[in-house]
């Protein structure tokens, strides 16, 4: 009974094993489909088939996933009609297209149309059903499971994120995709997407256009909300990066989707709250922003100026639902106007098609319409299939859309275009050719009946052309999108943004131009300095320091003025600096001046007056041709003085050093020899002296000449070898130039000098020993008077005139000449000038040689 039951248990093991072998061989010539079937919400039958996936609903319900049972189908909730109106553009451009007799002659195409529901996962799902189709099992194929696509092409999607599941899914296939509304730069990467095309502009030129458009506005501090998908987050990027390097600064930049629960909204709320900033750029797509402005309405956040791009700015939806009191002036980017003629009227003559896979289409016309489908027509509230569209107002009958319409209009007809020359087409078309519509559409180029002009670039993307729209609320409560201005990115930079001079409505119908900056402009003549931890728009305003300027609003660094020049008293120019010398015109110089011709009045004065006399005892007495010449001398030293006096030049720089030296030598060569003179006289009085014949008028005229050619030598040298010249003093201050005249060789200057002091000296100690000499009088005394004052002003001179700041220490210079001379000139000549108008009768030779005590001083 054992053995029995052993060999029934090994019968039905074998018998198990061949049925296993025999279906696994059965499979294998066949292609069996898993998972659930797929079918189109729309359809129509066609000798060529594309495919189109839009979102005929905006949300769907989250399912809870035991991982016990198998997952229900997605559960799609809050109809958008916006999804029937891009349908109704598909369908009325094939619909243009087979009734054409130019484009497909003899071929008519059919469509298959899914709903995504705006979900990813469902828009990949139904990619893969357009290309496999619906069948369970396919018949064997040549290579199995190996045939042509059930479609050419795919219309759709709206939006960024499916799109990039969709291309990645079936770019291997080279099935193209043709959307309408994916603006997500990421697109253009055909290494990614290689089967990916679209007839609106990347989000590329969108973001920079964003960004120049507010610069243009002087918005340096602004917001940012972006929707939490590819869309939103790369735009936004990019937007960033450029506003960046334009100067504008993000204040926050948020992420928000329709699905974020109530807390993450009102985190945002709170921000927008706190912020100083008055700018907001939205990169939203439309069903964001509807939810956004209705969380915005209920905390009655107004006043902000909104900055869109082409996802919600000319949405009339949005505007309708009263987004336009939270939005009030806003102003964005948008596709150019577009009409195609034909379309409206096809769009909004709609009726609900009787096919069972046109059910979706019957239950929109419910919604539209607020009615159900029953069997029979009876009751109110039934519909009819008859009822009109008539007076109708919601997003369904709005063709302010008619731009993006337009966009899927066109993206029928590029994949019409390239079947057409892929068959062949003529006056027929060439059934039996292979179809590969990707490679074709991507190089096609054509015109619509409208006169847009239709092609592809490298990356599959269409011209970069954008409106600049503002958004003006009208008295009853209505919103007109108003063209303001045109964005071209083909044109050069400078001349791609173009506003017109249209008057613009702003945030709060202000009629000026809202301002949102975290500092204000720096105004010429100071600099920005950032703020410690903040971004770089957030900044203090320095003064530019003394000599540094800065000429612009905004300034980073002042720039230091050149050596010749000085910034003015605001910092905002570099001024020529005030050359700064003694003049004739001042006070000073004027007072020097006139100091010095009266010296030399003077002296030719006393010069007169002893030409007047020069017979008489005490003009002969006291050697008249030293007198004369001395008196010459000391002329040409008041007069030398002037040469330090105005504007200094190679030549007057040369000339007044020199004549300076020539002549106070000089001057002190005829002291001296006058000193000389007085004591060889009362040496020659003593008994068996001589002296006087060895120091006679020859001896006299000798020793002047020698110590004078003593000085010209040196001077000579000096002037050879390194003279003096004129020099800009610009260290000394920093706001003017002092215009001087440098030594030159400073060993030639100090040399003329200590000349002078030296024969100075020797003057004043021969002068001090004949001082006691016995005479009514002695020349000697006044000599040592004269050589002291003449000492004791020069020894005074050095440490003023090096302690003296510009022209005063040409000042100082003049009135040490000055001095020098007049004390020369009183001491010696005034006491003689004296006796010879006051008190003549002691002009006698009696009373000149009269003996009497020496008196000491």
Request: hydrophobic content about 40%.
């Amino acid at each position: 009974m054992t053995l029995t039951k052993r060999w029934l248990e090994k019968g039905w093991a074998l018998l198990l094993l061949s049925w296993v072998v025999y279906i696994s061989q059965a499979e294998e010539s066949v292609c069996s489909r898993r998972g659930d079937l797929e079918f189109p919400q729309l359809s129509m039958d066609g000798d060529i088939m594309l495919g189109g996936i839009f979102s005929f609903h905006s949300r769907w319900k989250e399912g809870q996933h035991t991982y016990w049972h198998k997952p229900l189908p997605l559960q799609c909730i809050s109809l958008n009609f916006r999804g029937f109106q891009y349908t109704q553009a598909m369908r009325f451009a094939i619909e243009e297209i087979n009734n054409s007799t130019d484009l497909l002659p003899g071929l008519t195409l059919g469509y298959k149309i899914y709903d995504s529901c705006g979900s990813i996962a469902r828009a990949v799902k139904v990619a893969l059903a357009l290309v496999n189709g619906n069948k369970l099992v396919s018949a064997a194929a040549e290579e199995p499971c190996t045939r042509p696509a059930q479609v050419q092409a795919i219309m759709g999607e709206t939006f960024s994120s499916p799109c990039m599941a969709i291309a990645t899914v079936i770019g291997p296939f080279h099935i193209p995709l043709i959307s309408h509304a994916a603006t997500c730069a990421c697109l253009s990467d055909k290494t990614k997407y290689p089967s990916f095309l679209r007839t609106i502009p990347s989000d590329y030129y969108q973001s920079r256009a964003l960004a120049q458009l507010v610069k243009h506005f002087g918005w340096t501090w602004v917001g940012a909300i972006r929707t939490n998908d590819d869309y939103g987050n790369n735009g936004m990027a990019t937007f960033t990066a450029t506003a960046r390097q334009l100067g504008i600064c993000l204040e926050y930049s948020v992420s928000i989707f329709r699905t974020d629960p109530p807390d993450k909204i009102q985190k945002i709320i709170d921000i927008i709250k706190a912020a100083t900033s008055k700018v907001i750029v939205a990169f939203l797509s439309a069903t964001d922003m509807l939810m956004l402005t209705h969380k915005l309405s209920e905390h009655n956040l107004t006043g902000y100026q909104w900055v869109g791009s082409e996802g919600w700015i000319f949405d009339s939806q949005i505007a309708a639902t009263g987004g336009h009191h939270i939005l009030d002036g806003a102003v964005g980017l948008s596709i150019p106007k577009a009409h195609v003629s034909g379309m409206r009227e096809f769009m909004l003559d709609v009726k609900p098609l009787n096919s069972s896979s046109n059910q979706m289409f019957r239950v929109f016309w419910e919604t539209l319409f607020n009615c159900k489908f029953k069997k029979t027509a009876e009751t109110q509230g039934e519909c009819t299939g008859q009822e009109s569209l008539t007076g109708v107002q919601n997003s369904f009958t709005d063709m302010s859309l008619m731009p993006i319409f337009n966009n899927v209009y066109k993206g029928v007809y590029s994949v019409a275009h390239a079947l057409h020359k892929i068959l062949n087409c003529n006056n027929t078309c060439n059934n039996k050719a292979q179809l590969d519509p990707f490679m074709h559409v991507q190089a096609i180029q054509f015109k619509t009946k409208e006169g847009d002009e239709v092609y592809f670039n490298e990356n599959g993307d269409p011209p970069a052309k954008y409106e600049v729209i503002n958004w003006q609320p009208k008295e009853n409560g209505f919103v007109d999108f108003v063209t303001v201005g045109l964005y071209d990115a083909s044109l050069p930079a400078e001349k791609q943004l173009i506003l017109q001079n249209t008057s613009l409505i702003w945030a709060q119908k202000s009629q000026k131009v809202p301002r949102s900056v975290c500092s204000e402009k720096c105004s010429p003549g100071t600099r920005k300095v950032l703020q410690k931890g903040k971004p770089v728009c957030c900044y203090d305003c320095l003064r530019c320091a003394e000599g540094e300027i800065s000429n612009t609003a905004d300034s980073i660094t002042c720039e230091q003025c050149e050596s010749d020049y000085w910034s003015n008293e605001r910092r905002d120019a570099c001024v020529k600096k005030e050359a700064e010398f003694l003049s004739f015109k001042e006070i000073l110089g004027a007072l020097l001046t006139s100091a010095s011709l009266s010296g030399t009045l003077m002296t030719a004065v006393v010069a007169f007056i002893f030409f007047r006399h020069r017979h008489t005892p005490i003009v002969r007495a006291n050697n008249s041709e030293l007198s004369f010449l001395l008196l010459f001398s000391l002329t040409l030293c008041f007069l030398c003085s002037l040469t330090f006096i105005g504007r200094p030049s190679e030549w007057s720089c040369m000339l007044r050093h020199t004549a300076f030296g020539i002549t106070f030598v000089l001057c002190i060569s005829c002291v001296l020899g006058k000193t000389i003179v007085v004591l060889m006289a009362f040496r020659a009085t003593l008994p068996g002296s001589n002296m006087m014949k060895w120091f006679g008028p020859a001896q006299q005229r000798l020793s002047v000449l020698g110590f004078t050619l003593i000085q010209i030598l040196i001077c000579i040298l000096w002037l050879t070898i390194s003279p003096p010249f004129p020099f800009k003093n610009i260290r000394e201050f920093k706001n003017k130039i002092i215009l001087e005249c440098a030594f030159g060789s400073a060993v030639g200057f100090w040399a003329v000098l200590g000349y002078i002091g030296l024969l100075a000296m020797l003057c004043f100690v021969l002068a001090f020993l004949a001082r006691k000499l016995p005479d009514n009088f002695n020349e000697a005394k006044f000599i040592t008077f004269s050589m002291l004052i003449f000492c004791a002003v020069w020894i005074t001179f050095i440490p003023a005139y090096v302690s003296s700041p510009g022209k005063f220490s040409v000042a100082v210079e003049i009135f040490a000449i000055l001095a020098s001379s007049f004390g020369l000139l009183i001491c010696i000549f005034i006491p003689k000038c004296y006796v010879i108008l006051l008190k003549p009768e002691r002009n006698t030779k009696r009373n000149l040689m009269g003996k009497g005590a020496p008196k000491s001083f």
